[in-house]
């Protein structure tokens, strides 16, 4: 699949991203993605078929394409001029709250697809939205991201993989692990590698 950066898209293909995205989940309500048509889908989103194919390959690359955009839109906020380590854990802290919140508002989906295999089309979403999330925020400061060089996308892959096999576990365990519990274990995370980028920069 060809990667996209999503952040320079055209508003108007975000929006026609994200209609047709908001469209599948609410059809994958009372029907497997298997089962949906691109047809279906197009109705939904009042979106006409030869818009759909002119982006996207079909309904599988599709899924993949929007669980990015749709991912990267909630982890998009104002990026700040100079890192701080509040600021970084501020941000990351606020993209982590976004996540889970996506995640638990479409768990039934959600966990439909991550039993079947679509799941590594989710996995693969979260995972780069997280790792270039903290990419990001660690080039904002030259000094740091000189100091740690290829380090910067080992940790950012290490961090990003770590939450999403947490959220995975998570999404089968609920009842077992609330919010706060989920949210505090990784602010403890995000601390420690606050710390790790101290020492790095002394």
């Known amino acids: 699949m060809q990667n996209l950066d999503f952040k320079k898209l055209d508003v108007r293909v975000k929006r026609t991203y994200t209609q047709l995205f908001d469209a599948a989940f609410k059809l994958m309500l009372t ?9 279906e889908i197009c109705d939904e989103a009042s979106v006409h078929r030869a818009t759909f194919y002119k982006h996207f390959i079909d309904k599988y690359d599709f899924l993949n394409k929007c669980l990015k955009i749709k991912l990267s839109n909630l982890t998009f906020d104002t990026v700040e001029e100079n890192y701080t380590a509040e600021s970084f854990k501020s941000s990351c802290m606020n993209m ?5 919140t996506f995640v638990k508002s479409n768990k039934a989906i959600l966990v439909s697809l991550s039993s ?6 989710i996995n693969s979403a979260l995972l780069d939205s997280i790792a270039d999330f903290i990419i990001e925020r660690i080039s904002l400061k030259k000094q740091l991201k000189e100091s740690l060089g290829n380090k910067m996308y080992m ?12 959220i995975k ?7 077992e692990c609330t919010v706060f519990e989920l949210f505090s274990f990784i602010e403890v995370k995000v601390n420690d590698l606050c710390n790790y980028f101290d020492s790095v920069v002394l």
């Open 116 to 121: 079947s295999c679509y799941s590594t089309s």
């Open 169 to 175: 576990w998570w999404l089968n365990n609920e009842d």
């Open 31 to 39: 029907k497997n993605f298997e089962e949906l048509s691109v047809l």
């Open 96 to 100: 982590f709250s976004q996540v889970i």
């Open 155 to 166: 940790l950012a892959n290490y961090y990003a993989g770590a939450i999403v096999g947490l």
